[in-house]
């Protein structure tokens, strides 16, 4: 299976700093994509980069896929309260395949 | 949210009893999938579907039967559920601008005495 695995599962950090999470996966993907889930909610997508892209950006999020490293990053700038969640990605090799989601990284914003 | 429903969101049953939740979109989408969510294993893919009676299984199918009569509806069916299968499970299509996006629906929490 094409399974992400995020690192660090677990982060925590003063409001106002920057959040980076990692993803890797193991075998060729068509794209990835990266959800949030608050707790006991449903997911929100955030991002979807795919296997031809290196870097994209949606307002404080910014992703990076490098597929020689079976890896990607989510970035989140100048951090808020509300951005405290559990932070998946999920992969895909296309066509009608699902997603193969990591364990998630649980992201603790301070105050 | 992309139009997608849930049903029931919330649910108790007995071991042995069957059960089936449903999936429900408005926006005519062709691809729809089922997921479950356990603490400490992420997501995982039950079943899909790609089209009205097209389906197949995912990663975690044992125990699960799915059916797509039409195109607004996907049915996750546990024959007679275990307690294994108390989780919460989640819908999804594919949209988006090129079509491959996925969005989940609010989830259906089950809980199997």
């Known amino acids: 299976s094409q399974q992400g695995e995020e690192d660090p599962q677990a982060l925590s950090i003063q409001e106002g700093e920057n959040a980076t999470m990692n993803c890797s996966y193991k075998t060729s993907i068509n794209n990835l994509q990266w959800y949030r889930q608050n707790s006991g909610r449903g997911l929100v997508h955030l991002i979807l980069i795919r296997s031809n892209e290196r870097e994209k950006h949606s307002g404080r999020l910014r992703v990076t896929l490098d597929t020689s490293k079976k890896s990607s990053s989510l970035l989140i700038t100048a951090s808020r309260a509300a951005d405290t969640a559990s932070y998946f990605c999920a992969a895909t090799g296309g066509g009608a395949d699902g997603l193969t989601f990591g364990k998630g990284t649980h992201l603790i914003i301070q105050p | 949210d992309a139009g997608i429903t849930q049903s029931p969101r919330h649910k108790v049953t007995e071991t042995g009893t069957p059960v089936t939740l449903r999936c429900h979109q408005t926006e005519n989408h062709r691809y729809m999938y089922w997921y479950r969510q356990d603490p400490g294993h992420g997501l995982r893919l039950i079943h899909y579907s790609y089209g009205v009676k097209d389906t197949d299984k995912g990663e975690v199918s044992d125990g699960y039967s799915v059916s797509r009569s039409k195109t607004e509806d996907f049915l996750l069916t546990l024959e007679s559920a275990t307690s294994s299968q108390t989780s919460v499970y989640f819908c999804?299509?594919?949209?988006?601008?090129?079509?491959?996006?996925?969005?989940f629906g609010p989830g259906t929490r089950l809980t199997v005495l």
């Open positions: 999804a299509i594919r949209g988006g601008q090129k079509g491959d996006t996925q969005y």
